[in-house]
């Protein structure tokens, strides 16, 4: 399997803006790819917990949030440093909300319905950290992971799980263990290096090979 460090993503990602492929079409097609896997590996899936951090990965998580509930799935979106502070992520947390799903403080899980809900979801997206991260989870992150390895449904990590450093493979104590993980274009490090905490790793097309004629 092919792979590229966190730096080179970024510089394949900025050259293929440039060559055309927006920041923005890359998000939503990272977001469409990683609910079109969900659908297909967990058939009959019928509701989604999805967790967002205030980065690009919680833009995934946005993306990824409406195309579930676009295939009929009841879908709820957790952010879990408040709200997100990246144009693109932004942008997709407007779109979920405008179609009516909702969008609320993790700590509302403290609450018994969203409680129920969390141990109810077949599904729970971890779009907390990506390939932003690098040393320990501070307490947000820390309860987050928290929540989804005890959470019962399945667990797909967006390009990586969170707490995961994607160069090192190194992983905070309380990372996020993944059942299934979704990288974008190629594989990183932590892959190869943390396999076992990322469960079974695919990866996704986002169109930076088309772009960039690889
Ligand atoms: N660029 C693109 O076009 C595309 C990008 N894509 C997606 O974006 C992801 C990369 O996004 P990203 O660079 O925004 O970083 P992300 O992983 O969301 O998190 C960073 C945030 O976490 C913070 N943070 C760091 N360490 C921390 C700690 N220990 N404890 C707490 N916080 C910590 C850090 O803050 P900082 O420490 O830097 O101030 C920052 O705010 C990538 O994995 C892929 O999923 C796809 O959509 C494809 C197109
Ligand atoms: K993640």
């Known amino acids: 399997m092919s792979e590229v460090t966190a730096a080179e993503m970024k510089r394949l990602e900025q050259q293929a803006d440039a060559a055309g492929l927006s920041y923005r079409q890359m998000m939503e097609n990272a977001g469409a790819a990683a609910a079109a896997l ?15 951090g205030k980065g690009n990965n919680g833009g995934d998580g946005f993306v990824a949030a409406r195309h579930l509930a676009n295939a009929g799935l009841a879908v709820r979106l957790y952010l879990v440093e408040g709200e997100p ?3 693109d992520a932004i942008y997709n947390c407007g779109l979920a909300r405008e179609m009516g799903l909702p969008v609320l403080a993790a700590d509302t899980l403290d609450e018994p319905e969203q409680a129920e809900f969390l141990q109810s979801a077949d599904l729970i997206l971890d779009g907390v950290y990506g390939t932003g991260f690098h040393g320990t989870l501070r307490p947000e992150g820390l309860a987050a992971a928290r929540r989804m390895n005890d959470a019962p449904g399945r667990v797909l990590a967006l390009d990586l799980p969170s707490g995961l450093e994607a160069d090192s493979g190194t992983a905070a104590e309380g990372a996020v263990q993944a059942d299934l993980t979704v990288t974008f274009h190629a594989a990183k490090p932590c892959h190869r290096l943390a396999a076992a905490q990322c469960g079974w790793v695919e990866v996704a097309d986002i169109g930076i090979g088309t772009a960039l004629q690889l």
Do not use: E, P, Q
């Not at 969900?38 to 967002?52: D, E, H, M, P, Q």
């Open 38 to 52: 969900a659908l297909r590996t967990w058939l009959g899936a019928k509701s989604a917990a999805v967790f967002c």
């Open 85 to 87: 502070v990246t144009t």
